[in-house]
T-cell receptor, first 117, second 112 residues
Framework: DAGVIQSPRHEVTEMGQEVTLRCKPISGHDYLFWYRQTMMRGLELLIYFNNNVPIDDSGMPEDRFSAKMPNASFSTLKIQPSEPRDSAVYFC???????????????FGAGSRLTVL | RKEVEQDPGPFNVPEGATVAFNCTYSNSASQSFFWYRQDCRKEPKLLMSVYSSGNEDGRFTAQLNRASQYISLLIRDSKLSDSATYLCVVNIYTGTASKLTFGTGTRLQVTL
């Protein structure tokens, strides 16, 4: 398996532009997570899906952020409009279900480094 | 109070030294625990799960203390290649939702 695949790896955009980040999880994994990492705040959970259904989006910072998972092999995280404070590394991770403990070991993608000017 | 807290470090140790990190968590309903390692400008990768009885993987030993709500990671005979940030992760599963929360990490620098 190729692991979790994210694109783009790097994106530089101007304030106000729409940004779309993409993720392909590992085949067969039931859970998909989106995290954001900054020096100041570390890794923050934005949203996660179980079997393509959003379960907890309480970490999404505001309405400018949205995430979708139209099928088991693809998810997007969209920021519209983007702002300089959105600059961060965005990680997608997937995990197999583990019955009574839910999601378990996470496998991360290489991340998408976003810079908003 | 943060859900998962770690000393950010850095911990600067010479090669061959033993070093230990602690991580505290606030939710007593936390069910599973992990240590991840993150190299500079890379993604986090699982280092080891943490079991109630404690577990060892080569030079690495993880311990869980539920009463005091902390987990620890001990690295023996440190290598230069151990230099990285070590992230503590706590999982809370409610039956319908599984939330994995990361600490901000402890940076380790092993020197000659």
């Amino acid at each position: 398996d190729a692991g979790v695949i994210q694109s783009p790896r790097h994106e530089v955009t101007e304030m106000g532009q729409e940004v779309t980040l993409r993720c392909k999880p590992i085949s067969g994994h039931d859970y998909l997570f989106w995290y954001r990492q900054t020096m100041m705040r570390g890794l923050e959970l934005l949203i996660y899906f179980n079997n393509n259904v959003p379960i907890d989006d309480s970490g999404m910072p505001e309405d400018r952020f949205s995430a979708k998972m139209p099928n088991a092999s693809f998810s997007t995280l969209k920021i519209q409009p983007s702002e300089p404070r959105d600059s961060a590394v965005y990680f997608c991770a997937s995990s197999p279900g583990q019955g009574v403990s839910g999601a378990n070991v996470l496998t991360f993608g290489a991340g998408s480094r976003l810079t908003v000017l | 109070r943060k859900e998962v807290e770690q000393d950010p470090g850095p911990f600067n140790v010479p090669e061959g030294a033993t070093v230990a990190f602690n991580c505290t968590y606030s939710n007593s309903a936390s069910q599973s625990f992990f240590w991840y390692r993150q190299d500079c400008r890379k993604e986090p990768k699982l280092l080891m799960s943490v079991y109630s009885s404690g577990n060892e993987d080569g030079r690495f030993t993880a311990q869980l203390n539920r009463a005091s709500q902390y987990i620890s990671l001990l690295i023996r005979d440190s290598k230069l290649s151990d230099s990285a940030t070590y992230l503590c992760v706590v999982n809370i599963y409610t039956g319908t939702a599984s939330k994995l929360t990361f600490g901000t990490g402890t940076r380790l620098q092993v020197t000659l």
